[in-house]
């Protein structure tokens, strides 16, 4: 796997490691942040011998947001506008990952640093992290899918009351309003992360990634139609290798081994 200047990318077993590597920016959104993610997670994507993601920060921060410095060169709203439809160009593909992604907050997460954690199916959180809205500290809106992603991970009255008062969570706050999975000491969050990432991994991982594309549509779909988009979904589970390894291996009473399985 490529690794660039500010994002580390390489594999381990069938987990793919994501680490932003900017240390000096505190992993900011910078454009040159967003264009190494852009193509590692697009790598990431692409690769079929990849079956879990683990995305996380180097340093103090996971990630600080936005770049002040880009953000004083936008003049006009056609280059704000030029500006998310790029972002939308890799975050969206990345909500929409058809493989299970961990995220492990390491420190500060800002803004649209907090957006990028929140893209993530299980986020894990070290003692130091901090989520900070910091939005209308700048006399800016949400961004980066973040008032998509919040309100359905902790509500949305939580949600308001977070982003309007420009509140700062503690890892703890964060696992008390059910955002995070597990908060964890600083020095643990790699290996507790890559043991969670190694089971999704060794799981039915792509099976794991049609339920990940349906279960985002269920805030918006009627109950009829999330019905029929589970039927889809499970004609083409059931006709995967996952599950015919997974039923066999309860009828053998054994352990599966879905990481050997190719879905067609």
Known sequence: MSTSRLVDLRQQGAVAIVRMVNEKTRNSLSNEMRVELSAALAEVAADEGVR???????????????????????????????RFRRLGEWLLPFLRMEKPVVVGVNGVAVGGGMGLAFAGDLIVASHSAKFMAGFFRVGVCPDVATMYTLPRLVGMARAKQFLFGNATWSAQDAFAA??????????ELDAVCMEKATALAQGPAGVIGIAKLIMARSFETGLDEMFLYEGFGQALAMSSGEFKEGLNALLEKRPARFSDQRNP
């Open 178 to 187: 059910g955002l995070v999975a597990q908060v964890v000491g600083d020095d």
């Open 52 to 82: 879990a993601v683990y995305l996380t920060g180097s340093g103090g921060a996971f990630c600080s947001g936005g770049d002040l410095k880009n953000l004083s060169t936008i003049t006009g709203a056609w280059g704000a506008h030029r």
